[in-house]
């Protein structure tokens, strides 16, 4: 019998046993990050063990490859997006191991075993605020075929608010690698979820990139406001922001008001948007600049409204001289 010693600083340790009661000298496996458990099982299905340790952060689980003969290859990341305790079992059904993290915050997060195929980034998509019934710019999955023969692909399809393209063909030779585009079409606001399923010949059952996204009715414009150089204690003259409803009901406003590394340089002149403002009408934000040190001023304009994800902020930029 041999051993394994996990170690948050070190990395995994293996020691062979000496067949008389004790161990040769372990070699230790460095990884960065890793964490304080290990598991120990055959996740390739090749007759080999390997090693699983927690990781993080980035959280998620890393990998020892067994030869076979005690030794251990590289370690490699699998980035899952939460920390845990591996446990392992065949959770679908498809004859590979998966895997199942166990934290402290009573979450259980679970991660299926994609056999040959290999997707970066291996965490969930996740779409900033946009606008209701615009798309979102595309974000991208790499599909690596990691095996030794060619890969199958029978359809690659997004569902809902989310749309998919690829380039990767009907097949994926060995080691080859393609591109799968993900965007985010949002009907209605709030948070919303969805997957791009994936048929192949690495698994008998479909596999899946999650993707989520957070949609708003308000549309921010401009993007930014750049006020200039200006004499400390003086103030600019006013720039103004248009906030539109782009959804098909009316919405509340739950705050208008700035925010960033330098607040205090920037002021809500006026704002004719009220306390609500109806499905397609428009109001605006005037802002001042004001600057109260020299040197590069920065603030956000934010705006927020009831029960709905707000549009990224507006930037706020001037110099103080």
């Known amino acids: 019998m041999d051993a394994v010693v996990a170690d948050f600083y070190d990395g995994a340790t293996v020691l062979l046993g000496d067949g008389e009661g004790g161990f040769k000298l ?23 063990l390997d090693l699983v340790l927690d990781t993080g952060p980035p959280y998620g689980i890393t990998i020892l490859w067994g030869n076979g003969d005690g030794t251990f290859q590289q370690p490699r990341v699998y980035v899952i997006g939460e920390a845990g305790f591996p446990v392992a079992s065949d959770l679908n059904h498809d004859g590979k191991l998966d895997f199942a993290l166990v934290n402290g915050a009573n979450l259980v997060t679970t991660a299926l075993n994609t056999g040959v195929a290999i997707f970066s980034p291996s965490t969930p998509l996740e779409f900033p605020a946009q606008l209701v019934g615009t798309a979102s710019s595309p974000q991208g999955v790499t599909l690596t075929n990691s095996g030794g023969t060619s890969l199958s692909i029978r359809s690659i399809a997004a569902a809902g608010d989310f749309r998919a393209s690829n380039d990767c063909g009907g097949t994926l030779a060995a ?9 985010f079409e949002p009907k209605k606001s709030g948070t919303l979820q969805g997957k791009v399923t994936l048929e192949d010949t690495a698994s008998s059952k479909p596999q899946y990139v999650l993707v989520s996204g957070l949609s708003t009715p308000l549309a921010l414009s401009p993007a930014e406001l750049s006020f200039g150089s200006w004499k400390v204690g003086t103030t600019s003259p006013p720039q103004v922001v248009t ?44 802002i001042t600049f004001s600057p109260i040190k020299a040197g590069s001023r920065r603030g956000l304009n934010y705006v927020t409204v009831v029960g709905a994800p707000y549009p990224a902020p507006v930037t706020l930029v001037g110099v103080g001289k």
């Open 26 to 48: 372990g070699e230790t496996y460095p990884t960065d990050p890793s964490g304080e458990s290990v598991l120990i099982c055959d996740v390739a299905a090749d007759g080999s």
């Open 243 to 286: 906030v539109t409803n782009g959804s098909g009901s009316a919405i509340q406003f739950s705050n208008i008001d700035i925010a960033g590394a330098d607040p205090k340089d920037f002021s809500i002149d006026e704002e004719t948007c009220g306390v609500s403002l109806a499905a397609g009408a428009s109001c605006t934000v005037t």
């Open 175 to 183: 080691g080859a690698s393609c591109t799968i585009n993900v965007t």
